[in-house]
């Protein structure tokens, strides 16, 4: 028995997340957001809010555009020092069996 929990907003929100990280410097316009993930625009609309209200995406009342907040690419940078930190535990290993 196969159950299905994939669902289309939460599918929908994620790809608005990734299509974020195209330019976390100036953001991306809500417009190239809707074309990225093809969705309309209130539905757009909503997937920002709902991430402006995790704290996940702000938007630049400049430019009208939007980018990641800090918090999601600090876990990938976390990502990147647990990486590290394991390379080093196996470059150790390998010196402790390679010893002569």
Request: glycine share 4%.
């Amino acid at each position: 028995m196969s159950t299905d929990y994939t669902n289309e907003s939460q599918q929908r929100i994620l790809k608005v997340v990734l299509a974020l990280f195209s330019d976390v410097v100036q953001g991306v316009s809500p417009s190239a957001l809707a074309r990225a993930v093809d969705a309309d625009a209130p539905k757009i609309t909503r997937d920002l809010d709902n991430l402006r209200t995790a704290g996940l995406a702000e938007r630049d009342e400049t430019t009208g555009l939007w980018r990641l907040t800090p918090r999601l690419p600090q876990q990938a940078v976390k990502v990147f020092a647990a990486i590290d930190t394991a390379q080093r535990r196996v470059d150790e290993a390998r010196q402790r069996f390679t010893r002569t």
